[in-house]
């Protein structure tokens, strides 16, 4: 399979704190993107790193892609209440237009 | 401008009938592809427009599914004969070429 893998499938913590959540994935990519899911609806997307690119910020998110280690990483910096959501990797691979997406890390910061 | 919308929000339907599902991307976006998602699940890549081009149609799960774009317009998927198992949630996404995908809000389909 060429998806993402994200880790942990879980994370909780409290406002105010960093939440880093990985992605592990097995072909070579273009780019990768995260995305983030609110009460199973529909997907937003956040940032996207090319593969030429080792890290990149927008606001308090920070995204890192090791393609050696065939891994990224999703920094968010000063948690809040409202970061609560599930957390999603999607990789391009070998086919042109798709995005092979993981089953994501399901994110809770507690006020 | 208006962003992809998907329709009907939720549909209940019985074992065995058909469900059609739609989807409206952006304007001038090329690109359009259907995910299924089961709760608690990841993205299940069905199947993906491009253009003019033959669509994508590998993830599509059984004969059971379909799915017609019309030009770069709109999108309908359908289920035939649906099982208890096609219950989930429908996404549609759109994107210019093959960059970031904007995400409709889906269709939460539920068969009884």
């Known amino acids: 399979s060429q998806q993402g893998e994200e880790d942990p499938q879980a994370l909780s913590i409290q406002e105010g704190e960093n939440a880093t959540m990985n992605c592990s994935y097995k072909t070579s990519i273009n780019n990768l993107q995260w995305y983030r899911q609110n009460s199973g609806r529909g997907l937003v997307h956040l940032i996207l790193i090319r593969s030429n690119e080792r890290e990149k910020h927008s606001g308090r998110l920070r995204v890192t892609l090791d393609t050696s280690k065939k891994s990224s990483s999703l920094l968010i910096t000063a948690s809040r209440a409202a970061d609560t959501a599930s957390y999603f990797c999607?990789?391009?691979?070998?086919?042109?237009?798709?995005?092979?997406f993981g089953r994501g890390t399901q994110l809770t910061v507690w006020p | 401008g208006a962003g992809v919308s998907q329709s009907p929000s939720n549909k209940v339907t019985e074992k065995g009938k058909d469900v059609e599902l739609r989807c409206d991307p952006i304007s001038g976006h090329t690109a359009l592809y259907w995910y299924r998602q089961r709760l608690g699940q990841g993205l299940e890549f069905l199947i993906y427009f491009q253009g003019n081009s033959a669509p994508d149609k590998s993830g599509l799960p059984s004969d059971r599914f379909s799915a017609e774009r019309t030009g770069e317009s709109v999108s309908t998927l359908t289920i035939q004969r649906t099982q208890q198992e096609d219950s989930a949630v429908y996404l549609c996404?759109?994107?210019?070429?093959?960059?970031?995908?904007?995400f409709g809000p889906g269709t939460r389909l539920t068969v009884l």
């Open positions: 996404a759109s994107s210019w070429r093959e960059y970031e995908q904007f």
């Open positions: 999607a990789t391009d691979g070998s086919t042109l237009g798709r995005l092979y």
